[in-house]
């Protein structure tokens, strides 16, 4: 598709990313060293909750931990893929 008629989202450092996770998961730590890494690059801010500590979050995500959400919409979980999230950002 021709870049003019491409629908712009908000910028990089306009979105937040929000890594939802607990203590003690090599998945969420995996996970996070992602989520750092984009968020660095792109300059996008970002935030990690606790599953542990928030009964919302852990009624909704307690199976799919880790869970990525992109301006509180989920994205992805258990395994970040880099690429993927970097075009979601950007794209």
Not at 53 to 69: A, K, M
Request: proline share 7%; net charge negative.
């Amino acid at each position: 598709m021709s870049p003019l008629f491409r629908r712009k989202g908000p910028a990089p450092q306009d979105r937040l990313v929000t890594l939802v996770r607990k203590p003690g998961c090599h998945l969420c730590d995996d996970a996070q060293a992602v989520v750092e890494k984009v968020c660095a690059e792109l300059g996008v801010p970002w935030e990690q909750k606790d599953i542990t500590e928030d009964r919302e979050l852990h009624d909704r995500y307690w199976e799919q931990i880790p869970v990525v959400l992109i301006d509180g919409e989920q994205h992805t979980f258990w395994r970040v893929n880099e690429e993927r999230l970097r075009g979601a950002l950007t794209g």
